[in-house]
């Protein structure tokens, strides 16, 4: 029954909690910390109530048993994110950065899992008929289970590879060769004169467009939808989509690849993108 709090851990990590939010940590980590807790911990005492609901499990003792739980947690998670504020001021490189964003997530993770089980939640709900985990998921763990998957594809794998990939974006600004469209086409004009004589004038145009790059948010949606649809595929046993989705990604970049930056940078992004989609769609059908 821990997915359920891990849902709600996943949702107020990367969902719930705003920019405004994460920027404030660094003025105000304390006041930050305690706005995100408080989100954590609404969010954890609907899916208690949603997991008494289903289970059809209204006890005072369960409830109680609960809140505790969630207490425990809320500690445990201000501990951790204060120790991370900390750790994050010291370590500046991409790879200490990401390191620790992976950290930072195990932690959370091991921290609600031991909880339950330190607290004894799964004997006390087998007392009302409810699975132990040992024993196996019913329907609406192994759901829980699959939107946490979704959820650490799409928002928890775009914030680690933001971080990851920060020094390998490519300068924006427009240059020779990067962002430039070029063509070339032969004019023909036909000049009548008085003497009834007609001048045929060839000439040959050249033109150059520039683009902009698409805005952040849209590559993040991009790299959002790319994964999801990985995860779909495993589940649905279809690993030749896989071919159709870098096909298509790539199609949409080929001018930008004459660019070796660029290029380096869409590589190891989507080699990463596609390896964390590959590892949770191979998680997301082992679960069904």
């Known amino acids: 029954m821990w997915v359920y709090f891990y849902v709600a851990h996943l949702l107020g990590d990367f969902i719930f909690q705003s920019d405004r939010l994460v920027k404030e940590r660094k003025d105000k980590p304390l006041v930050a910390l305690g706005k995100h807790i408080a989100i954590h911990i609404v969010l954890m005492a609907i899916a208690s109530l949603m997991m008494m609901f289903v289970h059809y499990s209204f006890h005072l ?18 501990l951790i994110d204060y120790g991370k504020i900390k750790w994050n001021d010291r370590l500046k490189g991409t790879g200490s ?40 998921w019913d329907t609406d763990e192994k ?40 063509d070339e086409k032969i004019e023909v004009k036909t000049k009548h004169e008085n003497n009834g004589r ?42 030749q989509g896989l071919a159709f989705l870098a096909a298509l990604k790539t199609l949409t970049r080929f001018k930008q690849f004459e660019h070796k930056q660029f290029a380096e940078y869409y590589l190891i992004g989507t080699l990463s993108s596609a390896i964390i989609g590959i590892l949770l769609g191979i998680v997301a059908s082992k679960i069904w």
């Open 198 to 239: 007609q001048e045929v004038e060839i000439t040959t145009v050249k033109t150059e467009q520039f683009f902009h790059d698409s805005p952040a948010k849209i590559g993040q949606i991009i790299g959002m939808l790319e994964r999801t649809l990985i995860i779909i595929f495993m589940m649905m046993d279809m690993p």
């Open 97 to 136: 950065q990401a390191f620790l964003f992976l950290i930072d997530q195990i932690l959370h993770f091991l921290t609600i899992w031991i909880v339950f089980h330190d607290m004894a939640i799964p004997a006390r709900l087998l007392e009302n008929g409810i699975p132990s985990f040992l024993e196996g």
């Open 61 to 78: 003792s369960i409830f109680l048993l609960l809140g505790q739980v969630i207490l425990l947690i809320s500690i445990c998670h201000y």
């Open 143 to 182: 759901i829980a289970a699959t939107i946490c998957v979704f959820i650490l594809a799409t928002y928890g794998a775009g914030h680690f590879l933001q971080i990851l990939l920060q020094n390998m974006v490519p300068n924006y600004e427009l240059q020779e060769g990067i962002y430039r469209l070029s």
